[in-house]
């Protein structure tokens, strides 16, 4: 079936980086697009950012745009979230799935906590 792992998220000071990783299985991930996630609290689950699936097209969240950098490696099933010049606004669990303007799959990872703060 459809998986999805997320990693690398954690506790960062504002300015500070992440790369967060996602390894999915159970499609041909070659051939989807694949998006990035995140929900805060009491927010809901928002689009972060898109890779198309031979990975020349991308698409930013305007909140993120110039910051963060979507990539993709089809010949490891992977999906990479760079973050950069991180805000305390960018606080939120991180989920990746299938999709470019909307998730592909009713599957979700666990996501990986983002934590911005002082």
């Known amino acids: 079936q459809v998986q999805f792992v997320e990693s690398g998220g954690g506790l960062e000071q504002p300015g500070g980086s992440l790369r967060l990783s996602c390894a999915a299985s159970?499609?041909?991930?070659?051939?989807?697009?694949m998006s990035w996630y995140r929900q805060a609290p009491r927010k809901e689950r928002e689009l972060v950012a898109a890779?198309?699936?031979?990975?020349?097209?991308?698409n930013y969240a305007n909140s993120v745009k110039g910051r963060f950098t979507i990539s993709r490696d089809n010949a490891k099933n992977m999906v990479y979230l760079q973050m950069n010049s991180l805000k305390f606004e960018d606080t939120a669990v991180y989920y990746c799935?299938?999709?470019?303007?909307?998730?592909?799959?009713?599957?979700w990872g666990q996501g990986t906590q983002v934590t911005v703060s002082s």
């Open positions: 159970g499609f041909t991930f070659s051939t989807y697009s």
């Open positions: 799935n299938g999709g470019y303007l909307g998730p592909a799959f009713e599957s």
């Open positions: 890779i198309a699936a031979a990975g020349g097209f991308t």
